[in-house]
T-cell receptor
Framework: DAGVTQSPTHLIKTRGQHVTLRCSPI?????VSWYQQVLGQGPQFIFQ???????GRGNFPDRFSARQFPNYSSELNVNALLLGDSALYLC?????????????FGSGTRLTVV | EDQVTQSPEALRLQEGESSSLNCSYT??????LFWYRQDPGKGPEFLFT???AGEEKEKERLKATLTKKESFLHITAPKPEDSATYLC????????????FGKGTLLTVNP
């Protein structure tokens, strides 16, 4: 059974550029959350979507946006990239938004901004 | 604001040497406390969710416990393959289901 799939696995972008990260949840999972993990820190919440609607937003600037598609996959978009956006971006899926059966994380997308 | 503090930051054990990791938290109405394991370059792997003080859960050599202010992850007779970063996260009550993570404890088990 496939887990949470994220693409691409690695990405190098230049300051000021735009990036789109993609996530496919576990089959049957309707909730997708995005987290940013800077080296040496725990993951920090960015967004949660459930049934294609935004259910939560963390303390990130408006340069960060996301959406969820009818098949429950999701995209995270970041505009006007800064050096500080370099991090591991994690997607987590769950059956319900509260994670009653746990949140399953993907392996992440490593974004490097130069 | 929800806060999670994990200690120690790093822990080195010999194979078979049992120990505990600590997770102290402040949250406005705890919905759940989550433990994850993370290997280098990978996403966190779910271990346990605890919901109320006094609750305990076990999985192989790991046992998690919860009080009103902290949680412990007890590791009994660890093996080198238990080496990883262990992350603790809290989820508050309300309509926002975000997880607030601590910085983690890097556990190294030497053979």
């Amino acid at each position: 059974d496939a887990g949470v799939t994220q693409s691409p696995t690695h990405l190098i972008k230049t300051r000021g550029q735009h990036v789109t990260l993609r996530c496919s949840p576990i089959s049957g999972h309707k909730s997708v959350s995005w987290y940013q993990q800077v080296l040496g820190q725990g993951p920090q919440f960015i967004f949660q979507y459930y049934e294609k609607e935004e259910r939560g937003r963390g303390n990130f600037p408006d340069r960060f946006s996301a959406r969820q598609f009818p098949n429950y996959s999701s995209e995270l978009n970041v505009n006007a990239l800064l050096l500080g956006d370099s991090a591991l971006y994690l997607c987590a899926s769950s059956l319900d938004p509260g994670g009653a059966y746990g949140y399953t994380f993907g392996s992440g997308t490593r974004l490097t901004v130069v | 604001e929800d806060q999670v503090t994990q200690s120690p930051e790093a822990l080195r054990l010999q194979e078979g040497e049992s120990s505990s990791l600590n997770c102290s938290y402040t949250v406005s109405g705890l919905r759940g406390l989550f433990w994850y394991r993370q290997d280098p370059g990978k996403g966190p792997e779910f271990l346990f969710t605890l919901y109320s003080a006094g609750e305990e859960k076990e999985k192989e050599r790991l046992k998690a416990t919860l009080t009103k202010k902290e949680s412990f992850l007890h590791i009994t007779a660890p093996k080198p393959e238990d080496s990883a970063t262990y992350l603790c996260a809290v989820q508050a009550g309300g309509s926002n289901y975000k997880l607030t993570f601590g910085k983690g404890t890097l556990l190294t088990v030497n053979p």
